[in-house]
């Protein structure tokens, strides 16, 4: 569901939630408290809970791709290490 599509009441949920100061799951006691905190009505508990889900799918994403990029640059580093290793065994 694309930001631009939102109705403004679903923007406005969707950003109270970023602001809730609740930390975000997966389970109905956190849907219950981001939707207090936030003013969300029962029947808007299903698309608090896809932007949620939305959220926590992206945290995930970012970490992975921080530990991809931290694992890329250490082999980065060995390889330059080898490579100087080699250039001082073969004398260049």
Do not use: H, P
Not at 6 to 22: G, H, M, P, Y
């Amino acid at each position: 569901m694309s930001y631009n599509n939102l109705t403004d009441r679903q923007k406005s949920l969707d950003k109270a939630i970023e602001s809730c100061s609740v930390k975000l799951d997966n389970t109905e006691t956190c849907l219950r408290k981001v939707m207090k905190a936030i003013g969300a009505k029962d029947d808007e508990a299903s698309f608090v809970r896809k932007r949620i889900e939305l959220r926590l799918r992206t945290a995930a994403l970012l970490a992975n791709t921080d530990t991809f990029i931290s694992n890329t640059e250490r082999m980065l580093d060995q390889f330059e290490k080898d490579e100087e290793e080699w250039r001082k065994k073969l004398g260049f």
